[in-house]
């Protein structure tokens, strides 16, 4: 069964503080790994997006990593802000299919505090 | 910022009423998804389309309908709501020329309770 996990499901961390969240998923075959941000009541946007050729790719003070062997992925937050303060969503595209599906983990919510 | 707008952004009704949600999106993309969204949990597709009158149900049964007279409109309905219908629901577009790099848009969403 493909499946998105991540981990964990909540952090707290004081502004200028790093973190990283963890994304690992079963899902094959594997064609994209997107990391994307949700603010309260808002849609997600997107951060990265990664193929199976890519190992890591940055976005101002976001940097995620892409691991295909051992199918796990990590969102790095730099230096963090109270603006930080969101759900953070792994989510992981097959090519077996011309839909192209999408497979979405449940989020980390990340709170920054001043 | 996508160009990709929903309405109402949030919704009391009352059982057995029929509403509409409107999404509409200015980037002439041929796909369209909504998703339903529980808090805490991870959204789940229940329609897409691949462009004028084609839709599609997704994986979680849903008793809304949709339709796709128009590229940039795409509309979910519910015939008669039900508390169990209580969710987040989410608009999205793609523009299908990324190949790999496709990116999926979403809308603002919209916060719907049932009493």
């Known amino acids: 069964k493909n499946q998105v996990e991540q981990s964990p499901q909540s952090l707290i961390i004081l502004e200028g503080k790093n973190c990283t969240l963890q994304?690992?998923?079963?899902?094959?075959?594997?064609?994209?790994l997107r990391w994307y941000k949700q603010d309260t009541g808002r849609g997600p946007v997107s951060l990265t997006i990664?193929?199976?050729?890519?190992n890591t790719k940055s976005n101002g003070r976001y940097t995620a990593t892409l691991d295909a062997d051992t199918k796990q992925s990590s969102l790095h937050i730099t230096a963090s802000q109270l603006s930080d303060s969101a759900s953070y969503i792994c989510v992981v595209s097959d090519r077996g299919s011309t839909l192209g599906r999408l497979y979405f983990g449940r989020g980390t919510q990340l709170t920054v505090w001043p | 910022e996508a160009d990709i707008y929903q309405t109402p952004r949030y919704l009391v009704i009352g059982t057995g009423k029929k509403i509409t949600l409107e999404c509409s999106q200015t980037?002439?993309?041929?796909?369209m998804y909504w998703y339903q969204q529980d808090p805490g949990m991870e959204l789940h597709l229940i329609h897409y389309?691949?462009?004028?009158?084609?839709?599609e149900k997704g994986d979680l049964s849903s008793e809304s309908t949709v339709s796709r007279i128009r590229t940039e409109h795409f509309p979910l309905t519910l015939e008669s709501a039900r508390p169990s219908h209580t969710s987040q629901y989410l608009c999205?577009?793609?523009?299908?020329?990324?190949?790999?790099?496709?990116?999926?848009?979403f809308g603002p969403g919209t916060r719907l309770l049932v009493l």
């Open positions: 980037m002439g993309h041929d796909k």
């Open positions: 994304c690992n998923y079963t899902v094959s075959p594997f064609s994209n």
């Open positions: 389309s691949y462009g004028v009158n084609s839709t």
């Open positions: 990664m193929t199976f050729s890519e």
């Open positions: 999205a577009s793609r523009d299908g020329t990324s190949g790999v790099y496709e990116t999926q848009y």
